[in-house]
């Protein structure tokens, strides 16, 4: 689908010096997109090193085809994920050109169009109409399940169906807004089996990938799988925030709902399909005995480059680690290859009962869990619930410890959990996806 | 909340002599809100007897107050929505002037600005960002939990929390368009426990009611329940369609996801509550041991009008009783007043973790289901899922049978549903809702 080409040639360098360093997320390879505030105007940017080019601004001074302008000039991301394939890898090569150490254009007035990241302020990149969250880790799943469901951990339907449900798309907010721990219903504890309504104590994070939908579909009609990943944009980080006791309450029969929508957190940068390519793999191997995916979410297509070998880490730190200026401390990491469930199935069953999705909608992988008690993308897994009898390896206790000596089951007032996300390989730049970060505050008086 | 006023007076007429029938859905007290297109055109519309009168037109030669032109010549509901009840209250008393049968305005220009009902092109009244659904009838629950769960029907939850789930946005349609039978996976049959993937069998509808919300709430604010219902706007139909056969499959354990994303119809006018004022009721009275509301659920202002006695009904025609020119064939009839939870419990609720509603968010209410067999608001419950052991009453058979001896457990193709809305008392004027109402199309090929 996508093609690995020139605009991914490692030899290719910036006259922006910080994007050619080697452990940069954003050489001139990437060219991720977000959206910056500037007073009270919003602007379409892309990454390139510590730098983020306001391409409005670009466009402004006639640095762009004339095509490309009236999506470019946009408060936000949509009319860009809308654009036909043909029209983004034009964009893509254009803004190349603009930001290669030979460019042929005016470099007095793209560094005019320079924001340093670390005072850029981000907004949410787009208009997301719908949110759909997935459950597409077996290892995530079956964790979860023998928790709370010993004998079934996974149900008869997981290896058939990319299981989903839809998501509160108001709460989402861009990486570095606060997060309330909000209250809720607890189940009965008590005597009289009356629900404690109370600030969650059980909140989580979930380290999750998710993806926006570039052009859509109509109403009644399907995606191939063929073609589903031309109705993709590009990837992003998200952390599904979760109370988990709301969730455990609340949840049956008809999914989770205030568990989850009182804040998602997504990364303000979205590294393109077409920046990807280099890191395609093959979608995960199913053991011996497990079902061949059903004919509508099969192909040769995708078995090629069904999957996306993006590493993912999660790291905390505590009010009491920053006072101390302590860096912070890695809680797990693992791959994004080790998903049973493509994103190219996702959104073919998505969109199999002719459901429509639209342009900038957000889907999210679910939790992103690997083999190993390392791997673990949440904390309810990595403590196993608090659970004695499952104790860290090396220690007799469930808990994790920070570097204070505190200790956490789950988060904290005031903790801070950033998600990280790169693909790196022999041959080809690093592409990073920078950060998602939330910080927990105190649920309201 | 909303008092009785003289925008209630049953004595007023309207100088357009279709609203001053008795049995009008739209007298001069009722005066709900609509979205219509002309050409390319969408302009507000108000609901009067048998016509639209268009108020973007009335606005555009100075009928109404210079404050209000704005929101009223948008081509969506939203900015009316997210106006102050004391602006909405102006905004209901001046349309209500112009319609008045003593009006002081230019009558010639108002019947310029009027489109029969008839002939007027209905859209889905406002940006919907986020469409949550409820499952507030006891006896809808009761029901279903008995045919899929016959020891434990409600769970325990049901009595303490308004349930509730993140429905999609996207596929919301306007009354009248038309709603493709979907495709997807049911449950194995065979030996090899393989998931069967073709057309649903079992297409059920939905009698819900929707609320339509006002102004509405801060990421990390919740709303009380004192307060709740200054941020409802107004009510609507939905008929909110469901794939019995995909849902039952897909639902465990995140809920039902493509059950339902492929269509949800909404009729196109929207019944403020100001017009509903007279028919606010006390809310449910809960059996005796049944738990009361948590505190953040209760208080005595919601006792007093917590309900709406709003009588629904449902009707079907089927393609042979169209061709023979048959009448609608009522499938059941009952009223909002038996729900069990109430709007403001739902919409509190739903904003007690600090999820953050916006003004035009849909809520349903989950299928309305009375006390009697003849007051099932689904297929499902009506028919017992097809269940021979539970038989119609005066009859051995569970499946329906319309007029022309066809027989219904679920929908066929072309067949029609149309629900219909209407307060009476004998104090006031008739409040109608009009119609909500879709045709079942083929499975594509």
Known sequence: MYNVNQTHDPDR?????SANADDTDFPIQNLPFCVIEQGSDRSIGVGIGDQVLNIKLAAGVGMLSDDLVEAVVQPSMNAIMGMTLKQREKLRREIGDLLDKNTKANRAELEAALVPMALAKYRVPCTIRDYSDFYASVYHATNVGSMFRPDNPLLPNWKHIPIGYHGRASSIVVSGHEVRRPAGQKAPTNDGMIPNVSPSKLLDYELEVGFYVG??????????????????FGMTLVN???ARDLQKWEYQPLGPFLGKSFATTVSPWVVTMEALAPFRCAEFERPEGDPVPLDYLASSENSRNGGVDLNLEVH?????????????????GTSF??????IAQMLTHHASNGCNLQTGDLMASGTVSGPERSERGCLLELTWNGDANNPLPGTQRSLLTMPTGEER???????????????????????GF????????????
């Open 240 to 242: 599904d925030w979760s």
């Open 215 to 232: 052009r859509g579909n109509q109403l009644g009609k399907t995606i191939s799988i063929e073609n589903a990943e031309d109705h993709l």
């Open 409 to 431: 089951k789950f988060l904290g007032d005031e903790d801070e959990v950033s998600l990280f996300g790169y693909c790196v390989n022999e041959k080809y730049r690093r592409i």
């Open 434 to 445: 920078g950060e998602c970060t939330g910080i927990i505050k105190p649920a309201a008086e």
């Open 337 to 342: 290859r080790n998903m049973y469930w493509t």
């Open 316 to 332: 905390i730190s505590t009010m009491q680690m920053r006072e101390l200026g302590m860096a912070t401390e890695k809680l797990s």
């Open 13 to 17: 360098q910036s006259w922006v010096e």
